[in-house]
T-cell receptor, first 111, second 113 residues
Framework: QKEVEQNSGPLSVPEGAIASLNCTYS??????FFWYRQYSGKSPELIMF????GDKEDGRFTAQLNKASQYVSLLIRDSQPSDSATYLC???????????FGSGTRLSIRP | SAVISQKPSRDICQRGTSLTIQCQVD?????MFWYRQQPGQSLTLIAT?????????ESGFVIDKFPISRPNLTFSTLTVSNMSPEDSSIYLC??????????FGPGTRLLVL
């Protein structure tokens, strides 16, 4: 079982709709969760992090965390073509000072 | 957020040679990491660069192949030694005051012939 799992996609969403990206993790002791966005040919950039169960909103982005189900998601409202990128879910290890990345979900917003 | 630069941005090297990649941060940071990203793949952590002590390597990565230095809180180097074509990849440095504020450098694109 991979430590952080994501559907590789591509996920195609029409412009203006809500894009929903999902991630599961295996380390039950993990407390910190991150979403990074990576445009083709660029390095990852941090979008959001979340620690507590529930929702955390930042502009058009909402991160959702359910520790009991070991599930993290990212919602992007009013999707724009500029949101087309690979989204990486990352989890802080409970046993070491490091972040473990999922393989990423490729998102495509179609006009 | 910290601004991170890497040198070189790209290089083409011959097998058997070594390349040293530099990572410079514009402010003092607690944590620095080195990652590798193969085309179309996710990030694989190579090691944690510890200031003033030996780096902490992940499984599958060894100091002889990837020696790392971190002489101070703003600078680190990663050397890829005795390169083979399998080392062709993007090498990324990340840094931050803590895990919640990890930012990535622009990456070094390495091609080994």
């Amino acid at each position: 079982q991979k430590e952080v799992e994501q559907n590789s996609g591509p996920l195609s969403v029409p412009e203006g709709a809500i894009a929903s990206l999902n991630c599961t993790y295996s380390d039950r002791g993990s407390q910190s969760f991150f979403w990074y966005r990576q445009y083709s040919g660029k390095s990852p950039e941090l979008i959001m992090f979340i620690y507590s169960n529930g929702d955390k909103e930042d502009g058009r982005f909402t991160a959702q965390l359910n520790k009991a189900s070991q599930y993290v998601s990212l919602l992007i409202r009013d999707s724009q073509p500029s949101d087309s990128a690979t989204y990486l879910c990352a989890v802080k290890s409970s046993s070491a000072s490091k972040i473990i990345f999922g393989s990423g979900t490729r998102l495509s917003i179609r006009p | 957020s910290a601004v991170i630069s890497q040198k070189p941005s790209r290089d083409i090297c011959q097998r058997g040679t070594s390349l040293t990649i530099q990572c410079q941060v514009d402010s003092q940071v607690t944590m620095m990491f080195w990652y590798r990203q193969q085309p179309g793949q996710s990030l694989t952590l190579i090691a944690t660069a510890n200031q003033g002590s030996e780096a902490t390597y992940e499984s599958g990565f060894v100091i002889d192949k990837f020696p790392i230095s971190r002489p101070n809180l703003t600078f680190s180097t990663l050397t890829v030694s005795n390169m083979s074509p399998e080392d062709s990849s993007i090498y990324l440095c990340s840094a931050g005051a803590g895990m919640e504020t990890q930012y990535f450098g622009p990456g070094t694109r390495l091609l080994v012939l």
